[in-house]
């Protein structure tokens, strides 16, 4: 099984030059390259979980419906909000979609396991903050679903065999041939393959001057709708199985 999720949060990198990028400008920017994936997947008819950072989820309401009612799930990425902001956000968004938020998704800060249970989260699927330089490091981690206070604890998947994370970074720089074999050998011995991307990845960096690292502005923009195209029709030729995180947990 594949999980495709998606996390949606503003770019958070200076301007070029000492131009300046207003809040606005950078939810326009997000909010468009949220709506190119969207007709991708449309097109690939392939569902996914969409990860909203929680400061963003009231200013990005429209778009929040508009990713429901295509079919995708709807969960939360909690960067740096209170518990009192999460519970908050979260009974908005429910009245919002008249649906259950179940996942939520953490990095840097994490609001303890017990808290996230009493807030009525099912799952809780935290990623690493990845050394990017260099991320090609051979990872020991357990891949299996857990079940803790609770809750299902999703971690990071990792190739068995090149012992790569399946984050952003890898997506974006790995040729795709070689990132579909990774794919294929490990659902060869794993049950699911959890892959994640940021929705600022997919940012044409020369339209929009960000002061961003070579290697970050590196097959981003087009070049990534492009990727995800490719993945898309390769899942599809293949006939792998693809769901959204709540649908696969429960």
């Known amino acids: 099984m594949i999980l495709l999720t998606f996390n949606i949060a503003n ?6 030059n ?13 909010a468009e390259n949220t709506k190119a994936i969207l007709r991708i997947l449309d097109i690939h008819d392939t569902k996914a979980s969409f990860f909203v950072e929680i400061s963003l989820a009231e200013k990005l309401q429209n778009l929040i419906k508009a990713i429901s009612s295509q079919g995708h799930e709807i969960a939360f990425y909690n960067k740096s909000s209170s518990l ?6 979260k009974k908005n968004i429910q009245d919002l979609l008249e649906k259950q ?59 068995p065999y090149s012992q790569l994370p399946y984050n952003d970074f890898v997506f974006q720089i790995l040729p795709m041939k070689y ?16 892959i994640y991307l940021n929705i600022w990845q997919f940012t044409d960096f020369n339209k929009h001057r960000f002061d961003i690292p070579f290697y970050r502005s590196l097959f981003s923009g087009k070049k990534m709708e492009d990727k995800l195209e490719a993945f898309l029709s390769f899942i599809n030729e293949r006939e792998m199985a693809t769901s959204r995180m709540k649908d696969y947990i429960f």
Do not use: C
Not at 11 to 16: L, M, R
């Open 11 to 16: 770019i958070e990198a200076a301007a070029k």
């Open 18 to 30: 000492g131009a300046h990028i207003t809040d606005e400008v950078r939810l326009k920017i997000t």
């Open 84 to 89: 009192e902001e999460i519970e908050n956000a």
């Open 101 to 159: 938020i179940r996942g939520i998704r953490q990095k840097d800060v994490k609001i303890s396991q017990e808290s996230l249970k009493l807030l009525e989260f099912n799952y809780v699927s935290n990623i690493d903050n990845a050394n990017i330089l260099f991320p090609f490091k051979r990872l020991k981690r357990d891949t299996e679903i857990t079940e803790e206070d609770g809750l299902s604890i999703v971690p990071e998947s990792i190739s």
């Open 179 to 194: 990132y579909q074999n990774m794919v294929l050998e490990t659902l060869q011995n794993e049950e699911f393959v959890l």
